[in-house]
């Protein structure tokens, strides 16, 4: 009598405020009954320094990870190859299940350089409005509302330990509201995702029989930028390539060889820009041959997606775009390629008189499906084969250079993977965005997100969909300084994974 009594109020209230989950709007109120002890878990995990690369620290994550969920009745173990970061693995069967979905996400956060940040990385910091607004540093008050709006700064704020929280949060709610669960559940939390996931395969296969499912629901990424939620089906793939391009033995004067000996930063400035045109357009042959074209139904999630370019662009300060008029979530569907940086002597007032003696870029191409890392990198090699550069994989000695007149050093990156992309018309896919939508309000659908993410692999290995359900804000800052999360969009999260999880 008692939970029918409890199903009824949360039925009559969800209808009064427009919602239309049950177990969203549990944790609705079960958030707002206990969000100072949310956001305490939230920043004790925070403060762990979790880079992949730092073993003990990685593990002690790991370690803080199993407890949160074994704190919530989950059954959890490790699940190790050798040399990686464990993958955090929680279970919770469910007698008489419809169906196996497992959620996925990261504990450990990309490097950093602490001297950037305007706080300490591993300091969570909480303040009343973005830092590029002027926000200011506020502590939580002892009673009363927390201002949904302020935003906490700290390493994996957004990307990824807030779905971790979110998720825990939502199981407490579940429990706390009597809330019985359709579905067996696993949880997949990695530990080097930031790091490429070279493991992340190995692990897969080891464990395959475990990791059996219906569906993997990746909690990684933000919502869209208008500020709705967001599902997504698929991520693009990636492929990363170094390019060292020489000059000189050494340093030269640049007033004795200036105008004789070549200068590597210009030789390297003028590769870069034979790759684009002034629109964006990559001029490599043949670089958007093969791409896999879009559904009659991506098509119509693609046009129905919010325009949001305009916003953007006075939110980034950006004069004009590229892609010869396409909007964002069109050019989200083609590859791309990206100078992510670029090295040559010295700038500013370290700067010397000389003609530097190399020139260093490094570059990222987004895949989409169709075409491969080998097959984008083969492109980007022919196109620099092709503009006069004789193509060495180790420096080259002296002989090589005096043979040839451009030489260019191209390294690329072994860690490269496949685009994927999940039907939105299978009956999964269907049922996560019924659930969304009930959870959320209408939510924007996408064949695609911009960043990339391991899917191809699931895929590969456990025949399963993936599907990305997000949840931070968009300008969260992830993998750059002063990382962080609205306050907001954590609430927000814990409704969408209670959603998901009584699904």
Same mark, same amino acid.
Request: charged share 20%; with cysteine; hydrophobic share 40%.
């Given at each position: 009598? =008692? ?138 008050p002892a009673s ?32 706390? !509201? ?18 490429? &996931? ?14 059996? !499912? ?11 930028? &208008? ?6 089906f698929g991520a ?11 000059g000189p033995r050494?340093?030269?004067? &640049? ?43 991506? =098509? ?68 989409? =499906? ?67 939508? !009930? ?65």
């Amino acid at each position: 009598m =008692k939970t029918f009594g409890i199903g009824l109020w949360l039925a009559w209230t969800a209808v009064a405020s427009g919602q239309s989950n049950p177990a969203a709007l549990a944790a609705r109120h079960w958030r707002e009954a206990h969000e100072r002890a949310i956001l305490a878990e939230f920043v004790e995990l925070l403060a762990m320094p979790n880079l992949a690369r730092d073993e003990a620290g990685i593990r002690r994550n790991a370690a803080a990870v199993s407890a949160l969920l074994e704190r919530r009745g989950v059954k959890t173990r490790l699940l190790e190859v050798p040399g990686a970061p464990p993958v955090v693995f929680g279970e919770i069967q469910t007698p008489g299940a419809k169906r196996t979905l497992i959620f996925y996400a990261h504990y450990d956060g990309q490097p950093l350089d602490p001297k950037e940040w305007a706080t300490p990385p591993w300091q969570p910091a909480i303040r009343n409005r973005p830092l590029d607004r002027n926000g200011d540093l506020v502590l939580l008050p002892a009673s009363g509302r927390i201002d949904p709006e302020w935003r906490i700064y700290a390493r994996s704020a957004s990307d990824d330990k807030a779905p971790v929280i979110a998720i825990a949060a939502a199981l407490d709610a579940l429990k706390g !509201s009597r809330t019985a669960l359709d579905s067996n559940i696993k949880f997949v939390f990695e530990g080097e995702e930031e790091a490429g &996931s070279p493991h992340l395969a190995s692990i897969l296969q080891k464990y395959k029989d475990l990791l059996a !499912s219906d569906v993997w629901l990746i909690c990684d990424g933000p919502v869209h930028q &208008s500020r709705r939620q967001q599902i997504v089906f698929g991520a693009r793939g990636i492929v990363e390539l170094d390019i060292t391009v020489y000059g000189p033995r050494h340093e030269l004067h &640049s007033g004795h060889y200036g105008n004789w000996a070549p200068n590597p930063a210009m030789m390297l400035a003028r590769l870069l820009a034979s790759m684009k045109d002034d629109d964006g357009r990559v001029t490599i042959e043949h670089f958007y041959e093969g791409i896999e074209p879009l559904s009659e139904t991506e =098509k119509r999630a693609v046009a129905e997606a919010p325009d949001v370019d305009r916003d953007l662009m006075g939110e980034f300060w950006l004069g004009r775009t590229e892609g010869g008029g396409k909007k964002l979530v069109e050019l989200l569907n083609l590859p791309s390629l990206n100078v992510r940086g670029m090295n040559s002597a010295r700038t500013g007032g370290q700067a010397s008189n000389v003609v530097p003696a190399t020139a260093t870029a490094t570059i990222d191409v987004r895949l989409v =499906k169709g075409i491969s890392p080998e097959t984008a990198a083969a492109r980007v090699i022919g196109h620099i084969r092709g503009q006069g550069y004789f193509i060495v994989e180790g420096d080259p000695d002296r002989e090589t250079r005096m043979a040839h007149p451009r030489v260019a050093r191209v390294t690329v990156d072994p860690g490269g993977y496949n685009a994927s992309r999940t039907s939105m018309d299978l009956p999964i896919s269907q049922l996560v965005l019924r659930t969304a939508d !009930s959870a959320r309000g209408p939510v924007v659908r996408l064949p695609t997100m911009g960043g990339s993410v391991p899917l191809f692999m699931i895929e590969q290995i456990l025949h399963a969909p993936t599907i990305t359900v997000p949840i931070a804000n968009h300008d969260n800052s992830q993998h750059s300084f002063n990382e962080n999360i609205r306050i907001q969009n954590l609430w927000d999260g814990i409704e969408l994974m209670a959603a998901l999880l009584a699904m």
